[in-house]
């Protein structure tokens, strides 16, 4: 075989350049029986001409190469080429469909010829491609060895399909740590599952999902169970719809803010935008309802417990009642970092979080109740009992504020901080009996109670209440007993750290 001249080579590779695309050499030996043609060292294989701007990218690449007779000269031509794909250098093992290409003019040998054996063949193992030529001999010759094809090709195929295995990729952009899932269609981003794989992930989104409404998804759940738990992610965007959960969906958005569910208000308190349920939970979202009724609910459980984790939730202009979250009839739900707001100056009663004979668990919990005439953070009655740890619960701008109003129920408290700020009545834990037939039981432990008015009363407790205080702080007026039950406090302090009473003896 006949070595190129360093000049052949350089017109070669300054011909692909102008051509916008790599260049790969490979090397042939003389086609077995023929006297001639021959072709020079190196032939050039690479990418399609630079289309001009707007131009669809298509699978053809350009193969370049030069033929030479037996004593080096080059060969006018025109000649016929026959091209086919092998998936190694010497075995029988063809792939995809032959190209030819007749009555090839050379201009001192050169030639060049377009090729598409389409997207399919290259799926990353080794390709190798047969050269046969007929310069008027009637006859075709194989050129040997067959041309090794190398990047190019590979390279066309990651931008033509712009997808996995052939199939397209969402254009929704990721977060940090998002994998790329299945789900059916589309390549799509999408959170690693939280506490082991589900076993169906749903998307929603407002284009390029399975659905474009959260209700929808979840209605379409019809085999859940424990071994069968279903994810609905939720992309980016405001959803107003009501959603009602079920057994074995959880439903996870984008962010807090990033994902919204949003619906108005009702006539009836037990009707909110979220309804919860038993085995699901509610993940990394924002859960608003708008009022405009007697009742604004953001999110209700009756009987039922979700898990609630990083969830922010707003209720807000209701003329009658805002609720942050309602727990009811023996609802149990577990909230972790989650942030409840309920607002509303024309409103008449304002609370964040609702627990009527129900036994929620909160852990990290912000609480805010605004505005209205009674403003509770946290309102527990009818022999409710909720666990609050590292919750922060406050009322502020009523006529009545409560960090913790207690009706008939009890609490224990502990790291949290527990406050009242503005209002003709305030108290950070305000104990109510209205005639239930229980003791209610109200434990504090390491935390900090607080009301801006130092007149008024830190703790006012009522008859059937028995009160313990412990390690905790008592910020503004007294321990106010004169309506009945009793109360204790151990180790406690003001606000200037400043023991306060002895032992047992609340201040």
């Known amino acids: 075989m006949k070595r190129n001249s360093l000049f052949n080579l350089s017109v ?14 490979t090397r042939h030996g003389q086609a077995q029986g023929l006297a001639s043609p021959q072709v020079s060292d190196p032939l050039e294989v690479h990418q399609a001409q630079a289309l001009p701007l707007g131009d669809p990218l298509t699978n053809e690449f350009t193969y370049q190469g030069r033929l030479t007779d037996d004593a080096g000269a080059p060969i006018a031509g025109p ?14 093992d063809p792939v995809g469909n032959v190209q030819s290409a007749s009555n090839i003019i050379l201009d001192e040998g050169y030639f060049s010829v377009g090729l598409d054996f389409g997207v399919d063949v290259f799926t ?7 050269v046969e030529v007929d310069c008027g001999a009637g006859v075709y010759t194989a050129l040997s060895p067959r041309v090794r094809l190398t990047a190019a090709p590979y390279a066309l195929h990651a931008v033509s399909t712009g997808a996995l295995h052939g199939n397209p990729v ?7 740590g998002d994998v790329l899932t299945w789900n059916g269609g589309t390549w799509f981003p999408l959170p690693p599952a939280s506490g082991g794989a589900y076993a169906n992930v749903i998307v929603v989104a407002k284009e390029g999902g399975q659905f474009t409404s959260i209700q929808a998804a979840v209605d379409s759940v019809t085999d859940g169970d424990f071994d069968n738990y279903y994810l609905i992610w939720v992309a980016p965007g405001r959803y107003v719809e009501r959603v009602t959960m079920k057994p074995f969906v959880d439903i996870e958005g984008a962010g807090e803010w990033t994902t919204t569910i949003q619906y108005t208000g009702s006539t ?7 309804i919860g349920s038993d085995a699901a939970a509610l993940r990394s979202l924002t859960v608003i309802n708008t ?5 604004a609910v953001a999110i209700v459980n009756i009987d039922d417990s979700p898990e609630l984790l990083d969830v922010t939730v707003l209720a807000t202009n209701a003329s009658l009642k805002n609720i942050g979250i309602l727990n009811r009839d023996h609802a149990s739900p577990w909230m972790n970092h989650v942030r409840v707001t309920a607002s509303g100056s024309g409103t008449t009663y304002n609370v964040g979080i609702e627990n009527s004979y129900a036994f929620p668990t909160l852990n990290q919990v912000e609480v805010s109740a605004t505005g209205g005439y009674i403003s509770a953070g946290i309102y527990n009655t009818a022999d409710a009992n909720p666990l609050l740890t590292a919750v922060t619960s406050t009322g502020s701008s009523a006529e009545y504020t409560f960090g913790v109003y207690n009706v008939d129920a009890g609490v224990k408290i502990r790291e949290s901080i527990i406050s009242a700020n503005t209002g003709v009545t305030q108290s950070g834990i305000y104990n109510e009996w209205d005639g239930g037939s229980g003791v209610y039981i109200v434990k504090i432990e390491q935390s900090e109670i607080r009301v801006a008015d130092p007149t008024q009363p830190t703790i006012r407790t009522d008859d059937n209440f028995v009160f313990y205080v412990g390690a905790s702080q008592l910020g503004g007026g007294p321990v106010d ?4 039950g009793s109360a204790r406090c151990y180790g406690c302090y003001d606000e200037s750290f400043q023991n306060l009473g002895g032992i047992g003896v609340c201040p």
């Open 124 to 130: 990353g193992e080794g390709r190798y491609m047969k």
């Open 291 to 295: 009022g405009g009724a007697d009742y």
């Open 79 to 92: 000649c016929d080429f026959r091209f086919s794909l092998y998936q190694s250098s010497i075995g029988d």
């Open 12 to 25: 070669v590779l300054i011909v692909a350049l102008i051509l916008g695309s790599g260049v790969f050499s």
């Open 170 to 176: 969402s254009d929704n952009l990721p977060s940090e």
């Open 268 to 274: 009836t308190d037990t009707v909110g935008t979220v």
């Open 481 to 484: 007993t004169s309506a009945g």
